[in-house]
């Protein structure tokens, strides 16, 4: 849950939005709702002031929240909803019009309702994903992908895929040039240059990561570049997530970030 206060046998989804408040039979707090399982929410258009709100009129275009899961309705007939993890790596979902009982796979989400005046937030913190035990997992025959995190390809990754970690899923992957000056400020890169860094995106495209299909050249051009598709690639399987971007901090600011008390 959102800052650890929250506990799934506190609650098991809590909802939150940016404008007027709205009062819902009890369970709304300014802009937070709390849902416990098997509760429901309904957010709809108001007519009086077009902006999106709990229980609103559902005629006017509507998206209901079921807390068992979560799963998400569209109530809309033209209207499509995008979904977006707030962990980063630009991933999304889309709830079509009329679609029903869409589940969530995010523990932390935003939902994106567009109006005429702009779109419309709500942020869904769901309980942690249940986990099968360690004990009972299996482990794979071969290990088809194998990344070293103390290499210097692997921070070339990371320093890639930065934007979108930091929870843009729009931000552009960042040009060669970027990262050259982005992995100057880490001690082992100060005398990194654009040769340097392509030598480890090449090798991490030939060598690492199988993304020569996603970069290869068509008749009207490329069709990906292979940053673009290093980073497409390494944040749909996770193989670089937030936590990796200690990877980019200098020791100072590492030093201060263990200092900070648990």
Aim: glycine fraction near 8%; hydrophobic fraction near 40%.
């Amino acid at each position: 849950m959102a800052g650890g206060q929250v506990t799934a046998a506190d609650v098991e989804v809590i909802v939150t939005w940016q404008g007027d408040s709205a009062r819902l039979r009890g369970h709304s707090n300014g802009g937070r709702i709390n849902l416990r399982p098997g509760e429901e929410l309904n957010f709809g258009i108001s007519k009086n002031s077009g902006k999106v709100q709990p229980n609103a009129e559902l005629s006017l275009g509507a998206i209901k929240i079921f807390a068992q899961r979560p799963v998400v309705s569209n109530f809309t007939a033209s209207t499509t909803y995008a979904v977006e993890n707030l962990e980063g790596g630009a991933e999304l979902v889309k709830v079509r019009p009329r679609q029903l009982d869409l589940m969530i796979p995010f523990e932390m989400s935003r939902i994106l309702i567009p109006t005429s005046g702009g779109a419309t937030a709500l942020t869904v913190y769901a309980p942690p994903p249940r986990l099968l035990q360690m004990g009972l997992a299996t482990q794979a025959m071969v290990s088809s992908i194998s990344l070293d995190k103390t290499s210097k390809y692997f921070a070339v990754l990371v320093a890639l895929c930065e934007p979108r970690l930091r929870g843009s899923s729009m931000a552009a992957v960042p040009s060669l040039r970027e990262v050259v000056e982005r992995l100057r400020e880490v001690d082992q890169f100060r005398d990194a240059n654009r040769s340097s860094v392509n030598y480890h995106i090449d090798y991490l495209a030939g060598r690492k990561l199988p993304v020569g299909q996603w970069s290869k050249c068509e008749d009207d051009g490329p069709k990906h570049s292979k940053r673009e598709a290093l980073v497409a690639f390494a944040l749909r399987f996770d193989l670089v997530n937030e936590e990796d971007l200690q990877l980019l901090a200098s020791p100072a600011s590492r030093r201060a970030v263990d200092r900070i008390p648990a």
